[in-house]
């Protein structure tokens, strides 16, 4: 009863043990078929099926594995009954400079003809010597072909391109202290911190808007100047910033810390003392979020396009603070107005240097997401309106500010429609060339707008009056 079943699995057991043992006599085969190849290694597995990219070699009892040699290159020898390859071999060694005595003697030909068959049988045999000939024709002429010796010209302009001590001209200064600075970027922070400023309301006060106007360029000049500094190497592949000073080398990196250190000590000093330390505080951390966070995320996530956003938004902030010392909501307003007009403004300036931000290796939304781009900027633009109904129900402006802008809001909005459906270069330049105007305009019709608020003195002044 059991008997059956039992035979059939042993002869199962049987036919596999068998093809086992097949398979171990062809690779026992193919192992002696290389060991009588190459009988310097005992024993070597290089053609088994799970060793192809690795073969074991067994040497003293010890096994070594390594990887498989690259293999030489294999010398082509020539057949000896084909005379024109031979002949064409033949021609190579022939050349020799050492002719002066050959010339004149009529044994030549016989000499040639004796020296031929030899030369023949040597290119044909071995390449080697071959090489040999040439090397000893080669050495018994005067020249020496190894040697070269260095112009004056190309001397200098091999220094020329490595390091060197600079020579800073005292008139070149000014030019390039504004360009290292960013001069317009300064501009453009100083300008959207007297806004800041003029729409605080208090009193205005010349001296003490002149000083934070100061302060807060020289803080801007500070983080321009360390962003480059940090940037050269970046800087120099791409077409926009491949003329700063610190990649042309106009100035050296010491010279531009210097100048960094020189702008934002004062700067932040007095905006601490002379205006008030929240002022002071908000200054060194804007140079803080700019040159330690903006600056390093631009090579590591799309995220620095909103920290630069944020970095944008503080200067009214500031200059609202200054004015009042304290933060209220109509600086965060402020703030807010700058940091949605940023990104219409940068991404449509970025969309036409995508080539430029790849080659710099900058990770920003034009190159990486740039349909997220479209939408980012869309989005904002339409933004700019719900933030300018917001500041007559915050007490900034009259009712007369979102009417009085809502056109200029409609058209940069409808700009970034067009920059959203399109996204080609010539949407992309009309949106960036009406952030240009946009903002200025946007600030001063808040300004003509600016609600007034009543003087503390009348207001302490009224319940005297009805007691009266």
Same mark, same amino acid.
């Given at each position: 009863?059991?008997?059956?079943? +039992?035979?059939?699995?042993?002869?199962?057991?049987?036919?596999?043990?068998?093809?086992?043992?097949?398979?171990?006599?062809?690779?026992?085969?193919?192992?002696?078929?290389?060991?009588?190849?190459?009988?310097?290694?005992?024993?070597?597995?290089?053609?088994?099926?799970?060793?192809?990219?690795?073969?074991?070699?067994?040497?003293?009892?010890?096994?070594?594995?390594?990887?498989?040699? *690259?293999?030489? %290159?294999?010398?082509?020898?020539?057949?000896?009954?084909?005379?024109?390859?031979?002949?064409?071999?033949?021609?190579?060694?022939?050349?020799?400079?050492?002719?002066?005595?050959?010339?004149?003697?009529?044994?030549?030909?016989?000499?040639?003809?004796?020296?031929?068959?030899?030369?023949?049988?040597?290119?044909?045999?071995?390449?080697?010597?071959?090489?040999?000939?040439?090397?000893?024709?080669?050495?018994?002429?005067?020249?020496?072909?190894?040697?070269?010796?260095?112009?004056?010209?190309?001397?200098?302009?091999?220094?020329? *391109?490595?390091?060197?001590?600079?020579?800073?001209?005292?008139?070149?200064?000014?030019?390039?202290?504004?360009?290292?600075?960013?001069?317009?970027?300064?501009?453009?922070?100083?300008?959207?911190?007297?806004?800041?400023?003029?729409?605080?309301?208090?009193?205005?006060? %010349?001296?003490?808007?002149?000083?934070?106007?100061?302060?807060?360029?020289?803080?801007?000049?500070?983080?321009?100047?360390?962003?480059?500094?940090?940037?050269?190497?970046?800087?120099?592949?791409?077409?926009?910033?491949?003329?700063?000073?610190?990649?042309?080398?106009?100035?050296?990196?010491?010279?531009?810390?210097?100048?960094?250190?020189?702008?934002?000590?004062?700067?932040?000093?007095?905006?601490?003392?002379?205006?008030?330390?929240?002022?002071?505080?908000?200054?060194?951390?804007?140079?803080?979020?700019?040159?330690? +966070?903006?600056?390093?995320?631009?090579?590591?996530?799309?995220?620095?396009?909103?920290?630069?956003?944020?970095?944008?938004?503080?200067?009214?902030?500031?200059?609202?603070?200054?004015?009042?010392?304290?933060?209220?909501?109509?600086?965060?307003?402020?703030?807010?107005?700058?940091?949605?007009?940023?990104?219409?403004?940068?991404?449509?300036?970025?969309?036409?240097?995508?080539?430029?931000?790849?080659?710099?290796?900058?990770?920003?939304?034009?190159?990486?997401?740039?349909?997220?781009?479209?939408?980012?900027?869309?989005?904002?633009?339409?933004?700019?309106?719900?933030?300018?109904?917001?500041?007559?129900?915050?007490?900034?402006?009259?009712?007369?500010?979102?009417?009085?802008?809502?056109?200029?809001?409609?058209?940069?909005?409808?700009?970034?429609?067009?920059?959203?459906?399109?996204?080609?270069?010539?949407?992309?330049?009309?949106?960036?060339?009406?952030?240009?105007?946009?903002? %200025?305009?946007?600030?001063?019709?808040?300004?003509?707008?600016?609600?007034?608020?009543?003087?503390?003195?009348?207001?302490?002044?009224? %319940?005297?009056?009805?007691?009266?």
């Amino acid at each position: 009863m059991f008997k059956t079943p +039992c035979s059939r699995l042993s002869g199962l057991v049987g036919v596999s043990v068998k093809q086992q043992l097949i398979q171990c006599n062809h690779s026992t085969q193919r192992l002696i078929q290389l060991h009588r190849r190459d009988p310097s290694n005992w024993l070597t597995y290089q053609h088994l099926n799970f060793l192809k990219r690795q073969y074991v070699t067994k040497k003293n009892s010890e096994l070594h594995q390594r990887a498989i040699p *690259k293999q030489a %290159p294999v010398l082509t020898i020539v057949d000896e009954r084909d005379d024109s390859i031979e002949r064409q071999v033949q021609r190579i060694p022939t050349i020799d400079p050492v002719v002066t005595d050959t010339v004149s003697q009529p044994e030549d030909v016989t000499s040639k003809t004796q020296l031929e068959e030899p030369t023949l049988k040597a290119t044909s045999g071995d390449v080697g010597l071959h090489k040999e000939s040439e090397s000893s024709t080669v050495m018994t002429s005067e020249e020496t072909p190894h040697v070269q010796v260095e112009s004056e010209e190309a001397r200098e302009a091999r220094l020329d *391109k490595q390091w060197k001590m600079l020579k800073v001209d005292v008139a070149d200064l000014p030019d390039i202290y504004a360009k290292l600075a960013k001069i317009k970027l300064t501009a453009l922070v100083v300008t959207t911190a007297a806004a800041g400023f003029a729409m605080a309301p208090v009193p205005f006060d %010349p001296a003490l808007f002149f000083v934070s106007s100061l302060g807060t360029g020289l803080a801007s000049c500070t983080a321009n100047s360390i962003n480059q500094y940090f940037e050269v190497p970046f800087d120099s592949n791409m077409n926009r910033t491949k003329n700063r000073p610190l990649v042309r080398g106009q100035i050296s990196p010491l010279h531009a810390v210097c100048f960094a250190l020189a702008c934002g000590v004062p700067g932040v000093t007095l905006l601490t003392l002379a205006v008030n330390p929240l002022t002071g505080f908000l200054g060194a951390l804007n140079i803080f979020l700019y040159t330690c +966070c903006y600056t390093p995320l631009k090579r590591l996530s799309i995220t620095n396009t909103w920290v630069g956003a944020v970095v944008g938004a503080i200067p009214p902030v500031m200059g609202w603070t200054a004015a009042t010392g304290c933060l209220e909501p109509g600086a965060l307003l402020l703030g807010g107005f700058l940091y949605s007009w940023q990104f219409p403004h940068f991404n449509a300036l970025s969309w036409n240097l995508r080539e430029d931000y790849s080659r710099g290796g900058y990770r920003m939304m034009s190159v990486t997401h740039p349909g997220m781009c479209k939408r980012v900027a869309l989005r904002h633009s339409v933004g700019l309106i719900g933030l300018s109904t917001l500041a007559p129900v915050m007490d900034v402006t009259t009712w007369t500010f979102p009417v009085i802008s809502l056109p200029i809001n409609l058209y940069i909005s409808y700009l970034a429609f067009r920059f959203y459906y399109k996204g080609d270069r010539n949407s992309a330049r009309k949106l960036f060339f009406c952030s240009l105007w946009h903002l %200025p305009m946007l600030l001063l019709l808040a300004l003509t707008c600016k609600k007034q608020r009543k003087d503390p003195e009348s207001t302490a002044s009224s %319940p005297v009056t009805l007691q009266s």
